[in-house]
């Protein structure tokens, strides 16, 4: 059975890109282009892993993550946070809204499969 | 020399005395002809009185001898009857006759009867007897002879000579010398008297005179000499004088008028004095008040004379040039000129060409400082619209002047951090958006190369792509750097321990490059700390000792790096400088300004990104301090880093 990866991006090439990567290493990748239609992905699956963009059109990352926590289901679930933002503010704030890891845009492909093994382990 | 003796110009004195003598030297000289006149003609009486008496005798002597010639007796009784009347002749006093015959024996004679007198002589020794008988013997029949001699008679009392008279007749044929004299004093007893009558009238008169000439003249005159002296003592200023003369005639109105004139003057003169008094006050009142304006003006105030000696200058000039006003007065304005005589010269021309000038700047010296001065200078000019000097007002500028280049770099500070600043927001904004396509190329790069078999061209190709990302990734990094806006965490750093972590690091590239390092860090007492983030301090130190060593690369000369911390205290705080030299090839003054500009750089393409002196400067400026270069080219470049310092006894525990 495939883990099972929710990236939330809104930059397409952006889904495009980790899709073909994870893919490639076997998840099962779905992707959402914003909050609203992530939230409409996870009412009705459920993820071993999610991967949020934090600058987004709407509903910003911050929030995405801190109404994903809210659902029981999804209390546990590892969230990496990814960012073209860097400062100690947000990186605190992403804590703060529930995420695991924070991590700068761009990330080394390797890098990502390696924490995302071993936060799915 | 003719107007001295102009009659009106002589003293009054004198005119009375002229005015007396001429009536009284005609009445003398009238006075004293008329005795002369008198005289002469008693003289004339009593000499034919003479002559008449010889003459009587004479024919006396002739009757007697007409009938009788050659009867001797008779005629020796006739002549005995005429001798006895010659006997009873007697002319005035002492005056007689007398008869002797031409050898001089007298023959009738009051006193000397028979004595031959022919050798007697006068008082002046002449024998005038024997003249007189041989004048008789060749005068014709009745001819009267005159004989004058001085002649002194003891027996009469004479102590001196007096003149006689002598009048004389020859009776021939009886060989008579007939003679008749007298005293010549005698004779002119009456004239005496009458002459010394007239001249004690004449002397009384003449005294009367000259008592009249004195006393007229003094009632005349010393009212007027009173006068003199009083309206002299008035003419020199003595006012209170007064005439005291009063009397009835012309003198007494002319003292009058003169008082009345006196009083007219001394009242004119109150008025005058009041006059002159009240525009006094009220003068003094405007001097003292311009003097007021002037001395209480805070800018200082000049005059000259034409050639630029300072004739005046006011309490403000006095403190701008910290000079007294007994040190300024005389001396030469261009003294104080920075340009001296070139400006005094040029601000002549500006004034005589427009009489005037407004703000013009210029600079003075005094013995202590340089005083930046806005002037404004006009012409002085008097009445007759002469140039009499010029007025000068100076207003220190010297505290705009600093404040106005304080201001200037305050400004030029503001506008590099704002320009910094805008630039930082752009490149934040570039850099989240070239992160995302970037990561996107890199995962799908990654993805292919997988799927490639690494022996293939394409895998170089894919290789050579993921370089060029990986240095987009970098020069994104330093932008996101450069532009990193939140302060991080700060803490007390002590740059001393920065410096030396940052050469942990680069210590083995310097001796790889036989670059000398020199360390002059501040010891002791003076800890330089300051308030902020140890890592980017450092990432600072390292980007500058990297600029420092790339500068020296091709230095021929040695290559020395120096880096210096130390403390300033100062105003109540303490700052910490950190200063980075090198040897190396130095900025040029043309580029200077634009090193801390992001991208700006002198490295070949690919060497450097050109944001690493911006984001130090970024950096810097996050810390509240501020980062300065000063270069030669060809020799050395010092960067040195200011902040702000933090004193050990105030960090919190």
Not at chain 2, 71 to 86: F, N, P, R, S
Request: proline residues 3%.
């Amino acid at each position: 059975m495939p883990r099972k990866i929710l990236v939330v991006d809104d930059d397409e090439m952006v889904l495009i890109a980790l899709e073909e990567l994870l893919g490639s290493k076997g998840y099962d990748i779905r992707t959402a282009s914003g909050g609203t239609q992530a939230r409409k992905i996870i009412e009705t699956e459920l993820f071993d892993l999610l991967i949020l963009d934090l600058v987004m059109p709407g509903m910003d990352g911050y929030e995405l993550c801190r109404r994903i926590r809210q659902d029981a289901r999804f209390k546990e679930t590892p969230v990496l946070m990814l960012t073209a933002l860097s400062g100690e503010e947000d990186k605190r704030k992403g804590e703060e809204a529930g995420a695991n890891l924070f991590l700068p845009k761009p990330i080394s492909p390797q890098r990502l499969l390696s924490l995302i093994e071993s936060a799915l382990s | 020399m003719i107007k001295m003796f102009r009659f009106k110009d002589w003293k009054i004195r004198t005119k009375l005395a002229f005015a007396f003598l001429c009536v009284l030297l005609p009445l003398s000289s009238t006075a004293f002809l008329s005795v002369h006149l008198f005289s002469k003609k008693v003289k004339e009486e009593a000499a034919s009185q003479l002559a008449n008496t010889v003459l009587m005798i004479y024919k006396l002597c002739q009757s007697q001898d007409q009938g009788y010639q050659g009867d001797q007796q008779k005629i020796a009784l006739l002549q005995g009857v005429v001798k006895q009347a010659v006997r009873n002749v007697r002319a005035e006093k002492t005056g007689y006759a007398y008869v002797m015959d031409s050898k001089g024996v007298l023959i009738v004679h009051p006193a000397r009867e028979g004595e031959n007198i022919i050798g007697e002589t006068d008082s002046n020794g002449v024998a005038f007897m024997r003249e007189m008988s041989v004048k008789a013997m060749e005068m014709g029949p009745g001819e009267v002879g005159e004989v004058r001699y001085p002649w002194m008679n003891v027996e009469l009392g004479d102590t001196k000579p007096r003149m006689k008279l002598l009048k004389y007749v020859y009776f021939r044929p009886w060989d008579w010398i007939v003679c008749a004299g007298t005293y010549e004093s005698e004779i002119f007893q009456g004239v005496d008297e009458t002459q010394r009558i007239v001249l004690e009238a004449f002397a009384v008169t003449f005294t009367l005179i000259l008592i009249l000439t004195f006393v007229i003249g003094s009632v005349l005159v010393r009212p007027l000499t009173e006068l003199n002296a009083v309206t002299q003592q008035i003419a020199a200023g003595d006012l209170s004088q007064n005439v005291n003369i009063h009397r009835k005639d012309e003198i007494g109105t002319l003292a009058e008028s003169f008082r009345t004139m006196a009083g007219q003057v001394r009242r004119y003169t109150q008025d005058l004095e009041r006059t002159v008094e009240e525009r006094s006050r009220r003068l003094a009142d405007s001097e003292r008040k311009y003097r007021t304006l002037v001395e209480s003006s805070v800018d200082g105030i000049v005059t000259t004379d034409q050639k630029g000696y300072i004739t005046f200058a006011n309490t403000a000039m006095e403190d701008l040039l910290g000079e007294q006003r007994e040190v300024l007065l005389g001396k030469h304005i261009a003294y104080y000129y920075k340009r001296g005589i070139d400006e005094a010269r040029e601000i002549m021309r500006e004034l005589r060409k427009q009489g005037h000038f407004r703000n013009r700047e210029i600079t003075l010296e005094s013995k202590t400082r340089e005083i930046q001065i806005m002037t404004s200078s006009s012409l002085l000019q008097n009445e007759k619209g002469e140039i009499i000097g010029t007025l000068g007002v100076f207003t220190d500028i010297t505290e705009i002047k600093r404040l106005e280049a304080e201001l200037q770099k305050t400004q030029a500070h503001l506008v590099q951090t704002m320009k910094m600043r805008a630039l930082g927001d752009l490149v934040a904004g570039v850099a989240h958006s070239v992160n995302n396509p970037l990561m996107a190329s890199n995962t799908i790069l990654h993805v292919i190369s997988e799927d490639t078999d690494p022996d293939s061209p394409n895998y170089q190709r894919i290789k050579i792509i993921k370089e060029c990302n990986r240095r987009i990734e970098k020069i994104v990094q330093h932008l996101k750097d450069f532009s990193r806006q939140s302060e991080g965490k700060f803490s007390v750093v002590d740059i001393n321990n920065t410096i030396e972590d940052a050469l942990l690091i680069t210590v083995q590239q310097l001796q790889n490059r036989n670059i000398r390092l020199v360390k002059g860090l501040t010891t002791g007492m003076h800890q330089p700390l300051v308030r902020g983030d140890a890592s980017q301090l450092e990432e600072v130190i390292m980007e500058l000792i990297a600029n420092a060593r790339d500068a020296m690369e091709e230095s021929d000369h040695e290559k020395v790096l120096t880096i210096e911390s130390k403390v300033v205290a100062g105003n109540g705080k303490k700052t910490v400088i950190l200063r980075i030299s090198d040897t190396g090839k130095g900025i040029s003054k043309e580029i200077v300004d634009k090193i801390f500009e992001p991208f700006f750089t002198t490295k070949e393409q690919g060497k450097g990104t050109g944001l690493g002196l911006s984001i130090a400067y970024g950096i810097v400026e996050q810390h509240g301090g501020r980062m300065e270069v000063e270069s030669k080219e060809g020799e050395y470049t010092t960067f040195s880093i200011v902040l702000p310092g933090v004193d050990p006894n105030t960090i919190e525990m």
